[in-house]
């Protein structure tokens, strides 16, 4: 069976949520076979201060201390140029745009950029990473909707890039063809995170299936090509976030028409398996180290002095089934493709 | 409170199903309103002759007396010009056609429309109508998904239209402004039907709501626009066919991944009020009557001689909520807008 060996992977978009969920899913970015997780900050309360995303940091490191936690701030008025200075020294990584109420706790998020201004100034001068959710609310009088939400968010994209040039900036789990070429367009400090679950789904397999569904929803096939093609040519501005958004289970399911099914799909613990064989499906498993490692440690700069660089071995197998939930004192969550036949597995890291 | 009388109420496009789910569901036509119910064929086994229909009729008319069911046929390779015959004969008004694979029941559906030219000839001959889902199969390579679906059709329904001009097609709950104004493009012989949760959803409605997922899905604010409009202009060839569509409870519950949710949105109970209340909510409360009575009868050629004609009394209401759910013997189906606040009840009828 074929073997493939992967450089300390690293997954530059994840949810580890808080307390005993926490506690349950932080292990499986190591499961995984992840060893850096980029960790978003929208908890309750969300996390906006220097203060707090230390806080959260020990927390997850109690749980596994084996993986790297780069934080991140919540983007609210709260946040200011003098906090955005002492969270630089104080190792934080980036900071988190949620546009208001398109995603789980995102009731905070923002509606105009341009209040922020003198953050993002004071960004660009220390090199803080602006990670955005781009997507602007719906609205049915502008024929706004999940589908076209994050094209009509990528002129934002745009006119933040001009604005400030050398603030490095990533548009979070890419969905479509034209956020893919909006981001090519731009210089050198704009780059772009893909989810492993947005390289399998289309429009299709959400319509009635609240399991697969999350924000940004998956798009057309067409979309789902440019994300793969991007992959494939190997564009080093484009590297995994999985957006790994564990929920409870109960919280994914629809039982009555007043239950909305929460939005977000759990990767975690088969996150690397998934990646190559998705990347193996579309021609691309000679890109998984790019994807999964080189090209958003670059891009982060933390190429070079990888604290423990280790090997993770992956193998074809045959049979191999994903686990149908995970549970831990009173928790349970449900992955993707649960129960689903999955054709690689982690063998052995070094 | 305003108060408002319909002549006659009638339902052009109504899945009625069988056995005990039938007894549930087959009093609700009455309930809502309408008393003519054009009975939609998907049953198991499809309804594909003259006898099938009529022994079908008469178990719905065991059921309740009250209501005049018009019967159609499920177009398949089964039906000749001979049986066409012989259904005209025994007043059966149409034939259904669904595109393979794309909704409840349809895995005898069309793949290709030439083969059937022999049967269209015949229902041009005797006046038959052909009642048509409008949605091509998603098709990831062409990309060809659950939104676009319908306007790939089109072109079927043109050249249908242009092979058989005196043919009359209905093209089912229409949910794009493309049908619309496909629909408006042809002669008098082509006519439409809309549903009524079509005029209250769109995507975001059924994103992640697993009971608010038909086929066709709703579309984007623009379509339901354009279905509000032809309504409001009063356009003769558009009137209401509700797709209602019971499914047992469970079956529209996502409980796990591998549980996909089944397509159809049940509003039969409460069918006239609902339509009442959305046409007023975009000012179109003046077209009621037209929208579901006069012009389906007209289009029919049931608007002369009904049988027992009614005038149904609405009312404005206040703190009048739409059941959870219908149970009886064993069988539970959950309506639209299940709890919630609607402001029209019947009040009267004679």
Not at 151 to 165: G, I, Y
Not at 259 to 269: H, K, L, M, N, R
Not at 311 to 325: D, M
């Amino acid at each position: 069976m074929a073997q493939i060996s992967v450089s300390s992977p690293a997954d530059f978009h994840v949810h580890l949520r808080q307390g005993k969920l926490a506690a349950l899913v932080t292990p499986h970015v190591r499961k995984g076979g992840f060893s850096l997780a980029y960790i978003m900050p929208n908890l309750k309360p969300p996390v906006t201060t220097t203060a707090q995303a230390l806080a959260y940091k020990a927390e997850l490191e109690a749980i596994d201390p084996t993986v790297e936690y780069m934080m991140t701030l919540y983007l609210s008025p709260d946040l200011t140029p003098d906090e955005i200075v002492k969270a630089k020294e104080a190792g934080i990584a980036g900071v988190k745009s949620y546009p208001r109420g398109v995603t789980t706790n995102s009731d905070g998020g923002i509606e105009s950029y341009e209040m922020y201004y003198p953050v993002f100034e004071a960004m660009q001068r220390v090199d803080m990473v602006l990670n955005l959710h781009g997507e602007v609310p719906s609205d049915s009088t502008t024929n706004t909707h999940v589908l076209n939400a994050e094209e009509r968010f990528l002129p934002h994209l745009l006119s933040l890039h001009k604005a400030f040039p050398r603030l490095r900036i990533v548009l979070e789990h890419a969905t479509t063809r034209a956020a893919v070429s909006a981001v090519k367009a731009c210089g050198p400090t704009v780059a772009c995170t893909i989810t492993a679950h947005h390289l399998a789904l289309t429009v299709d397999d959400w319509a009635g299936q609240s399991f697969n569904f999350c924000k940004p929803v998956a798009k057309y096939p067409d979309d789902r090509a440019a994300l793969r093609e991007v992959i494939k040519e190997a564009h080093p501005r484009f590297f995994l976030g999985s957006d790994s958004a564990p929920h409870p289970a109960q919280s994914k399911s629809t039982s009555t028409p007043a239950q909305g099914c929460a939005a977000g799909i759990y990767t975690s613990p088969i996150l690397l398996p998934l990646v190559a064989q998705l990347l193996d499906s579309f021609g691309a498993l000679n890109r998984l180290d790019g994807f999964v490692s080189t090209f958003g440690r670059r891009f982060y700069g933390r190429d070079l002095d990888i604290p423990q660089k280790t090997q993770v071995i992956l193998r074809q197998t045959e049979k191999h089934f994903v686990e149908e939930n995970y549970s831990g004192d009173g928790e349970t969550v449900v992955p993707f493709w649960a129960g689903k036949e999955i054709c690689w597995e982690i063998v052995d890291r070094h």
